[in-house]
């Protein structure tokens, strides 16, 4: 068709140009090569379409107090039986429908939740594990980016960890400090922590800067989606006792509100998870920064109780 239609503008263009001037005949030379590349210019805009990457749960090897394990592998994930809109929704209404606060403290704004919860594959005939049950799964660990920080993020989970700094909260709060703002080199300066945030104290400004450009810095080191743990090298599942103490307060919740067969996407701010000290290896090097928002995505395999 794409050969028929351009033949047609050829016969048509040579067929006008009989009997004219060779002025004539450059300008429909011109307006021939313009409705040529017209037409290939709209076959291939019309051939153009968007591709979807999927990712799914792994697994790995142990690290810190026996509750956590490294790296992963380049095993290719079967294909996901979720919704994909559901999954990849641009929607912003549409995702805060999809996630579940864990907390209690977020049930009319999910999405804000420090400590939330995406079901990717459900299970609603699965049973659901008890506390002291020994729950077997299959889980991927990966860094959030600190941009997506709130406000009450900001304040939360790093202000009030900075040593003399804590009552700047309310100067934070007026100058709505999130994320982006915190990590911005440009704007996060000491003249914006004099004039906007009133901090008189030298030693405290250079304090409040030279924290956030550790952050900053930190978010070039360890950008979002950096895995930083798997269950999948080790050629097994993990297991642990729910409400053991065993792992993370936000990895314990996310298991308890799981049915067997589940999978699931949890959120887990730092003070969910390792805090402001985050975790190194044996050997020192940064497994799980300071201050790190971390994404788990994890399949409750089993769940069973020891007599």
Same mark, same amino acid.
Request: hydrophobic fraction near 35%; aromatic fraction near 6%; charged fraction near 25%.
């Given at each position: ?20 001037? #060779? ?6 030379s011109v307006l021939l090569l313009l409705n040529i590349s017209t037409l290939k210019l709209g076959i291939t ?45 641009? #929607? ?45 799964? #299959?889980?991927k660990g990966t860094l959030v980016s600190l941009t997506k920080w709130s406000v009450k993020d900001v304040i ?12 700047l909260i309310p100067a934070f709060e007026d100058a709505s400090i999130d994320g982006p703002m915190l990590l #911005? ?123």
């Amino acid at each position: 068709t794409t050969n028929t239609n351009i033949a047609a503008v050829i016969s048509a263009q040579l067929s006008s140009n009989t009997n004219k001037t #060779n002025a004539d005949m450059k300008f429909h030379s011109v307006l021939l090569l313009l409705n040529i590349s017209t037409l290939k210019l709209g076959i291939t805009n019309a051939n153009i379409a968007p591709s979807i990457a999927f990712i799914n749960p792994t697994k790995s090897a142990n690290t810190k107090k026996a509750h956590h394990h490294l790296i992963s592998s380049n095993a290719t994930p079967p294909p996901l039986k979720t919704n994909t809109k559901r999954l990849f929704a641009s #929607n912003q209404e549409e995702n805060e429908n999809e996630w579940t606060d864990l907390t209690s403290e977020y049930n009319d704004i999910p999405s804000e939740s420090p400590l939330k919860k995406q079901i990717l594959q459900n299970a609603p005939n699965g049973d659901a594990p008890t506390k002291g049950s020994t729950v077997e799964i #299959n889980y991927k660990g990966t860094l959030v980016s600190l941009t997506k920080w709130s406000v009450k993020d900001v304040i939360e989970c790093w202000l009030q960890d900075q040593q003399g700094l804590s009552h700047l909260i309310p100067a934070f709060e007026d100058a709505s400090i999130d994320g982006p703002m915190l990590l #911005n080199n440009d704007i996060f300066t000491e003249e914006f922590a004099e004039s906007t945030l009133k901090v008189e104290n030298k030693i405290q400004r250079k304090k409040l800067v030279m924290a956030s450009r550790r952050l900053s810095k930190q978010e070039e080191e360890y950008p979002e989606g950096t895995m930083f743990d798997s269950n999948e090298n080790k050629g097994e599942t993990y297991k642990f006792v729910l409400g053991g103490g065993k792992v993370i307060q936000g990895m314990d919740k996310m298991v308890s509100s799981m049915k067997v067969g589940e999978t699931s996407r949890l959120i887990c701010r730092a003070d969910y998870a390792y805090g402001k000290d985050g975790v190194r290896k044996v050997n020192g090097d940064v497994m799980v920064p300071p201050f790190a928002t971390l994404c788990f995505d994890i399949e409750l395999v089993g769940s069973s109780v020891d007599e």
